[in-house]
């Protein structure tokens, strides 16, 4: 039908523009088809139009969705070549793909070139980065090399990194895990190295002073690692990880919940969509 659409603009002397291409390029992102993001592309440049940025970014999408590195940075380089200015999000597209590649090199590589190209990290960045390293199975020492970058880079955590961070740091399986109630999950933790469980607390007691919402996962994996640490390290500090956010697919856990405000609710929901698209669902739970 888009298609259609172009030829029938030229059969009445229309010519259609970048904005236009733009259109026909997002059925493709949202059927998700890189090869007809690609022939759009092609047809785009062959007629001489000259691209819009979110067009780049599109295409660039798609291709990040089937792991594609090599294809979306051959698009922003030629992009770059048609005088475009890369942005945070066509460096956002490049770390998506390196995430669902496993590429943790390539990670940190699109990071340094992305700060050289004067595109700012965000936090979205740095999920991706961390999704790559955790997909790729690096060492400690690598996440810390990560976490210290987005910290000199003045970038704070949200809610999907502080959990990703922490079951990344805690060995569990982010998008697969299964936990049903508060005696297992205590079970999956207390037999890892004390380093460990100290690193994943240390992260959600540094997210209690700032304005991250804590999911469930979190709060629950919280109450379980404090029956491992120090009683004065709990105590000290206060317990801001009971919410009515939910991982969805992801885990089943126990524990009260307290309520929350709808429109935080929304901002927590456009948060989670924003950060990782292709993620299946994140429910909120109503009282």
């Not at 259109?23 to 007629?47: N, Q």
Request: glycine share 6%; charged share 25%; aromatic share 6%.
């Amino acid at each position: 039908m888009a298609r259609a659409l172009l030829a029938e603009m030229r059969s009445v002397l229309v010519e259609p523009n970048g904005h236009t291409y733009l259109a026909l390029i997002d059925v493709y992102k949202t059927a998700r088809d890189p090869d007809g993001a690609k022939h759009a592309w092609r047809h785009m440049r062959e007629a001489g139009v000259r691209p819009v940025s979110p067009a780049v970014s599109s295409v660039m999408s798609v291709l990040a969705k089937k792991g594609d590195l090599s294809a979306a940075e051959e698009l922003l380089q030629e992009a770059r070549g048609l005088g475009l200015n890369p942005t945070t999000i066509w460096y956002n597209c490049l770390l998506d793909a390196a995430h669902i590649a496993g590429d943790a090199d390539a990670a940190f590589r699109i990071l340094s070139d992305m700060k050289a190209a004067r595109a700012t990290p965000d936090v979205i960045s740095y999920n991706c980065a961390l999704g790559a390293l955790e997909a790729a199975r690096r060492p400690a020492s690598d996440r810390a090399r990560l976490l210290q970058e987005m910290k000199s880079d003045g970038v704070a955590p949200n809610s999907l990194f502080l959990e990703r961070h922490v079951c990344y740091a805690l060995g569990l399986q982010f998008e697969q895990s299964t936990v049903t109630g508060a005696d297992e999950l205590r079970a999956k933790v207390q037999d890892l190295p004390a380093e460990v469980r100290q690193e994943a607390l240390d992260a959600i007691y540094e997210s209690s002073g700032s304005n991250v919402v804590q999911t469930k996962l979190v709060g629950a994996l919280r109450n379980a690692l404090e029956r491992f640490s120090e009683p004065s390290r709990a105590d000290v500090l206060p317990d801001k990880t009971e919410t009515n956010v939910q991982s969805g697919d992801w885990v089943k856990v126990l524990g009260a919940d307290s309520a929350m405000h709808p429109a935080d609710a929304t901002a927590f929901a456009m948060d989670m969509r924003c950060a990782f698209p292709y993620l299946r669902v994140i429910r909120l739970v109503p009282r």
